[in-house]
């Protein structure tokens, strides 16, 4: 079994190699498995669709907006305000963070 060293040595090849340069040499007893989730997969759900829908409500974001439903009487004229007080929202959260 690799010690400590060993194994701290080989982290360090292969952090190299995937920073710098793209090969890494090891003796034949080291082997690396490159593991991706797929993602595709982790996020086919829409976990937070209510919560995202409630937040821009809350917010003043025409439902129209939010759920692309008019099903509670929103119409273009409500969704067209919605959209202008969302981008002077943004505006200003932008500019409050660059002071």
Known sequence: ???ITQLN???SLFKKAMTGAALATTNHLCKAEVIQPDLNEM???DK???VNAEILSA????GIIVSGRAEDG???A????SMQTAAMRIK???DDFCE
């Open 59 to 62: 917010g003043g974001i025409s």
């Open 74 to 76: 929103s119409n273009f």
């Open 43 to 45: 996020f086919s759900d």
């Open 1 to 3: 079994m690799p010690d």
């Open 92 to 94: 200003q959260a932008r």
């Open 9 to 11: 040595a080989v982290n």
């Open 78 to 81: 409500s969704a067209q305000v």
């Open 48 to 50: 937070y669709k209510d």
